[in-house]
């Protein structure tokens, strides 16, 4: 695999976008060794961030659900080589996909972790978010999975909490950026009960 690559200001999707089949997903989770709790996670995200398609589609805004999807059920395709390691699974995973021939999908992935305040309501969008909201495979809020990210990564050192509340700063602009687009029509407390439904 080539080295870590700067991601791209923003790479979005079309209705000829390639995406990853879920065949080769399953591949790919076995390739990399993915942990079964690892699947189980990003399964989950997935879940969350299909029922957010779900609704955007009833405010009028049509995402590529297979993008969204596969996208989900890939943003963690680096972390199992990564842990115990400096190394950046969200970079390392979207130059897996980019190799592989899938810079979209490698650019939602590589973003999975931190996305800039220029993002627009997309794909990435609603993958980071949804990620942001399940803490291994329960649907949490905002404050509890970011102070679960700050107690596993933040080591007491300040750079890093520095950042860690950064990102939580930023995936709270992204749920109002998201129920704002959904006219308010449903509430990000709803998500966890309608997950559970699904169950």
């Known amino acids: 695999m080539a080295e870590p690559q700067a991601t791209p ?8 976008t390639p ?4 065949a080769l997903v399953r591949r790919l989770w076995e390739d990399h060794g993915m942990l ?12 969350v961030a299909l029922l957010l398609c779900d609704w955007l589609e009833e ?6 659900r297979d993008a969204v999807r596969i996208g989900a059920l890939l943003h963690d395709i680096a972390k199992t080589p990564c842990l115990g ?11 897996i ?3 592989l021939g899938f810079p979209e999908i490698g650019y939602l992935v590589g973003k999975h972790v931190y996305l800039g305040p220029e993002a627009p309501l997309d794909e990435t ?3 980071n978010y949804a990620d942001k909201r399940v803490n291994h495979e329960e649907v949490v809020n905002l404050n509890q999975r970011w102070a679960y990210i700050a107690d596993r990564y933040g080591r007491d050192d300040p750079e890093r909490l520095t950042r860690i509340e950064m990102g939580r700063r930023r995936s709270m602009e992204m749920e109002r950026t998201i129920f704002q687009a959904l006219l308010h029509l449903h509430n990000p407390d709803e998500i966890a009960r309608r997950y559970k439904e699904k169950l």
């Not at 995406?19 to 879920?22: A, Q």
């Not at 390691?85 to 130059?95: A, V």
């Open 9 to 16: 200001e923003h790479l979005g999707f079309t209705g000829q």
């Open 19 to 22: 995406v990853p089949s879920l």
């Open 36 to 47: 079964d709790n690892i699947r189980r996670h990003s399964e989950a995200v997935a879940a």
């Open 59 to 64: 405010a009028g805004i049509y995402l590529r």
């Open 85 to 95: 390691t400096e190394r950046r699974h969200d970079l390392e995973g979207q130059q």
């Open 97 to 99: 996909l980019t190799d």
């Open 125 to 127: 969008m609603v993958v």
